[in-house]
């Protein structure tokens, strides 16, 4: 047995049980630890098939950012009740969702033994030769650069447009305006921009207040 | 015994799995979430083996993209979780059924 497979079936328990966790756990805390754990096998994974930096990237966006934003979800709105996994508000659910998955699985493993072995085979966009001139393997991160700037220059931009819209939108939809809104300092109203801000027009101010009462 | 690419498809198969089933039974919305993202993993992992075994860059391309509305993914529906949070505390996804268009 390679050292490859020796590896890849360690990372496969690790994520498989993590998987198990992340579902079984009763505490959402306990769940986010079982996510990492999983994370950090896929990660492995990624290294053994050479794409190291998607395997940088797993643990640092992943486990790094998006486990951490769970974490910090969970302590902040004190979900710390545990879920009773017996009761079930629909009857049959359960069943149910246990068959289903269990026929996702079968679907799948029936495709994917239902195609030869992959390898050698070819691509829609075609093989791409991972050899320099010299004859020298090019790192993964080259040549991820190269066709993310090149062929998906335009899908690579809106994904930057993407997160920011997301990280408008998260702001707009969990700030909270408590109580009434609160006059704008005097001080404040004689310093340059916001008075002549100001000036304009009470009209526009009033319709701000109006929204932000809304929401609060 | 040699590693191949369909060793990966089928870790993914499995994967992607436990992550629905856990999406069908869970009721707490964050651990909803979180076998979302087990399923999304599931489907990298099927793309970067994919990758390797054709011996082409574009399953680790689409990964990078995949990982990127991921991110945004998450943002959003934490701060839905947490706007509704405010409102009803400890809600569950059944609770959700007294929303009404």
């Avoid at chain 1, 794409?51 to 710390?80: C, E, K, N, S, W």
């Avoid at chain 1, 069943?95 to 992959?118: K, Q, T």
């Avoid at chain 2, 793309?47 to 959003?76: H, K, P, S, T, Y």
Wanted: aromatic residues 6%; charged residues 15%.
């Amino acid at each position: 047995m390679s050292l490859q497979v020796l590896v890849f079936l360690i990372s496969a328990l690790i994520v498989l049980s993590g998987a198990l966790g992340v579902v079984l756990a009763k505490h959402p805390v306990h769940s986010a630890l079982f996510l990492i754990q999983t994370l950090f096998g896929v990660a492995v994974l990624f290294l053994v098939v050479e794409a190291h930096f998607l395997a940088a990237i797993q643990v640092i966006v992943y486990a790094g950012a998006i486990v951490i934003l769970f974490l910090f979800v969970i302590m902040l709105l004190g979900v710390d009740r545990s879920e009773d996994l017996s009761i079930e508000p629909i009857v049959g659910q359960r069943m149910i969702a246990y068959v289903s998955g269990a026929a996702i699985l079968g679907l799948l493993l029936a495709v994917i033994y239902s195609v030869d072995d992959l390898t050698g085979g070819t691509s829609l966009t075609g093989a791409i030769d991972r050899t320099d001139a010299d004859g020298e393997r090019v790192p993964d991160v080259n040549q991820l650069a190269e066709v993310i700037f090149t062929d998906h220059v335009f899908t690579f931009e809106v994904t930057g447009l993407l997160l920011t819209v997301a990280v408008v939108g998260a702001v707009v939809m969990a700030r909270r305006i408590g109580g009434d809104l609160q006059p704008i300092p005097e001080s404040a109203l004689d310093q340059g921009v916001l008075a002549d801000i100001l000036a304009d027009g009470d009209e526009s101010a009033e319709d701000g207040a109006s929204i932000e009462g809304e929401d609060a | 015994m040699e590693l191949t690419a369909t060793w990966y498809l089928v870790l993914g198969a499995l994967l992607f799995s436990i992550g629905a089933v856990g999406l069908l039974i869970r009721r707490n919305p964050l651990v909803m979430f979180m076998c979302v993202e087990l399923m999304l993993n599931a489907v990298n992992l099927t793309f970067v083996g994919i990758a390797w075994g054709l011996n082409d860059i574009g399953g680790q391309v689409a990964v990078f993209f995949v990982m990127v509305v991921a991110a945004a993914e998450v943002v959003i529906g934490l701060a839905i979780v947490v706007a509704i949070m405010r409102r009803r505390q400890g809600a569950t996804a059944d609770d959700l059924s007294v929303l009404r268009g």
